[in-house]
């Protein structure tokens, strides 16, 4: 079983930056697939950005050039640097693992309990 927990959220001016850790314990993390998704208010959670095991990423059309994912296989973490963030990546992001790969949700079996992540205006 893969445990999975967030940190790093918190409130930003547009414009500004902040980076996302996501600590997974509990399994193989050098061979699984890492997701970050996202959910705001009153919207179905949505994909941002995924690293497969070798370390190939994709990202979601809405962050792409602003967001990067990234994965220290050594300390079994991975990180979303977000940059020039808008008011609307706000949201609850949540750090996902898989033994495959994607950008489904229904193909992450394993999930962090999410980390809020507020842009002012």
């Known amino acids: 079983q893969v445990q999975l927990v967030e940190s790093g959220g918190g409130l930003v001016q547009a414009g500004g930056s902040l980076r996302l850790s996501c600590a997974a314990s509990?399994?193989?993390?050098?061979?699984?697939?890492m997701g970050w998704f996202r959910q705001a208010p009153e919207k179905e959670r949505e994909f941002v950005a995924t690293v497969r095991w070798r370390g190939s990423t994709f990202y979601a059309d809405s962050v792409k050039g602003r967001f990067t994912i990234s994965r220290d296989n050594a300390k079994n973490t991975v990180y979303l640097q977000m940059n020039s963030l808008k008011p609307e990546d706000t949201a609850v992001y949540y750090c996902?693992?898989?033994?495959?790969?994607?950008?489904?949700?229904?193909?992450?079996?394993?999930w962090g309990q999410g980390t809020q992540v507020t842009v002012s205006s």
């Open positions: 509990g399994g193989t993390f050098s061979i699984y697939s």
């Open positions: 996902a693992a898989t033994p495959g790969s994607g950008s489904t949700e229904s193909g992450y079996p394993y």
